[in-house]
């Protein structure tokens, strides 16, 4: 351990210790091998060295005292009652109200910007299917949906066989689905998945899983994907 502390005030409490009136190198100058004079100049240094520290610490204060007043200034300038905010709020009613953009210029404000259009949601893609020990297909799938999107759900409609109408078999508000209702002695199934967000709807997305016997069940023989959103390749999960 050091003799004298590492930090500044450290440093100057320990000399303000040792130097000043009452201190051990003040009164006991001489039997430890200094002079009084240099005690005392640097009892002059430790007060000064004090002196600046406390001019230091009030700057401190005073600074964050002042940049408070400013935030303080500001926020009741702009968000004040009556303010900048709500009279740039008034001429915007204004200028709705009677339905004149040259209030805007008037103003030299901008006018509100024109609400940009959301792309609609994007077409599942890299299937993993999966046969539950219950005889279930497990649903996996990705899609990238436009950024800034939320509450896109997935729209499921499933056909028995190789033709005929798909039929709305259920929906997920994750990339997931658990399809328990396979009749059967169904030789395929054919998944369409679309994603919804409020009235907009994605590409949809098309595979079929075609099914082979094995012992006493069915079991997944292949995995193709269909049309122009098929979704491209589909993984049989492990």
């Known amino acids: 351990?050091?003799?004298?502390?590492?930090?500044?005030l450290g440093k100057i409490e320990f000399y303000e210790a040792h130097t000043l009136l009452g201190g051990p190198w003040a009164t006991n100058a001489t039997a430890i091998g200094l002079t009084?004079?240099?005690?005392?100049?640097?009892?002059?240094?430790?007060?000064?060295?004090?002196?600046?520290?406390?001019?230091?610490?009030?700057?401190?204060?005073?600074?964050k005292t002042a940049t408070q007043n400013f935030y303080d200034k500001v926020r009741a300038m702009h968000?004040?009652?009556?303010?900048?905010?709500?009279m740039i709020q008034a001429i915007r009613n204004w200028a709705e109200s009677k339905n004149d953009p040259n209030v805007y210029t008037l103003a030299q404000i901008p006018p509100p910007a024109t609400p940009g259009v959301t792309p609609?949601?994007?077409?599942?893609?890299?299937?993993?299917?999966?046969?539950?020990?219950n005889g279930a297909l497990e649903l996996k799938w990705k899609c990238n949906n436009p950024s800034g999107t939320q509450g896109t759900?997935?729209?499921?409609?499933?056909?028995?066989?190789?033709?005929?109408?798909?039929?709305?078999?259920?929906?997920?508000?994750?990339?997931a689905f658990t399809d328990d209702t396979v009749p059967a002695g169904s030789?395929?199934?054919t998944y369409q998945i679309t994603a919804v967000r409020s009235t907009?709807?994605?590409?949809?997305?098309?595979?079929?899983?075609?099914f082979g016997v094995g012992g006493p069940?069915?079991?997944?023989?292949s995995v193709t994907t269909e049309g122009a959103g098929g979704g491209g390749p589909v993984k049989l999960a492990a």
Not at 153 to 163: P, S, T
Not at 200 to 210: I, S, Y
């Open 187 to 189: 030789p395929s199934v």
């Open 153 to 175: 759900i997935y729209e499921v409609k499933r056909r028995i066989g190789a033709a005929g109408n798909f039929n709305f078999v259920g929906a997920s508000g994750v990339k």
């Open 217 to 221: 069940g069915l079991t997944i023989e």
């Open 79 to 86: 968000n004040g009652p009556g303010a900048g905010s709500d």
């Open 36 to 63: 009084a004079a240099q005690v005392t100049a640097l009892g002059t240094l430790t007060t000064q060295a004090r002196a600046a520290f406390n001019a230091a610490e009030a700057a401190r204060q005073a600074a």
């Open 120 to 133: 609609p949601p994007g077409t599942p893609f890299d299937f993993t299917i999966g046969l539950l020990q």
């Open 1 to 8: 351990m050091g003799v004298v502390p590492d930090t500044r």
């Open 200 to 210: 907009q709807r994605g590409n949809p997305a098309q595979f079929t899983v075609n």
